[in-house]
């Protein structure tokens, strides 16, 4: 009875784990990499993630992204809706400039009919963005209508500077 109680406490916590995954390079995902958590090390190399086809993912795939180095002024990190299928959502963006929990320039972007996301370029407009500690989560909606499928995005994005902030989407 003693292991029981020992393998219950274990099963929930193990339910809950998930693997990240170094995201390098281009990377498609498939319907199979339902829930990963893709993480963005490299300070210097250009990244793009290709999601799924929202059919082929299905209702309620979904990802993560999470950088855990600041980008250099040329990096990209990019996240594309490969079947062109719209993005909707918002980020929340806040500059890491200035004193601790001092943040004069937070904002809200929202995204109106995108297909890209860019989480991490150092010199957009700039104002870097996608420093250490941003992330996004994207999650597909496809809808019993068959007509709106579209991709969830929810997320917040360090920045540099305090005024100024470029939208993430395109």
């Not at 972007?109 to 407009?125: E, M, P, R, W, Y």
């Amino acid at each position: 009875s003693r292991r029981i109680q020992i393998m219950a406490k274990n099963g929930f916590s193990m339910s809950n784990r998930v693997v990240p995954e170094e995201l390098v390079g281009t990377v498609t995902a498939t319907a199979a990499d339902c829930g990963k958590v893709y993480v963005v090390d490299t300070t210097t190399a250009d990244i793009q993630l290709n999601l799924p086809g929202l059919a082929a993912a299905g209702n309620g795939w979904n990802c993560k992204v999470q950088t855990v180095a600041d980008p250099t002024i040329t990096k990209v990190v990019k996240i594309v809706s490969a079947d062109a299928n719209l993005v909707y959502g918002g980020v929340t963006v806040a500059a890491i400039s200035g004193a601790a929990g001092d943040n004069p320039g937070a904002g809200y972007f929202k995204s109106g009919a995108s297909t890209n996301i860019t989480l991490a370029s150092g010199g957009l407009g700039g104002q870097g963005k996608g420093f250490m500690g941003s992330s996004v989560t994207i999650t597909a909606c496809v809808l019993a209508d068959g007509i709106t499928s579209v991709w969830a995005v929810e997320g917040n994005l360090a920045t540099s500077g305090t005024t100024g902030h470029t939208t993430p989407f395109s």
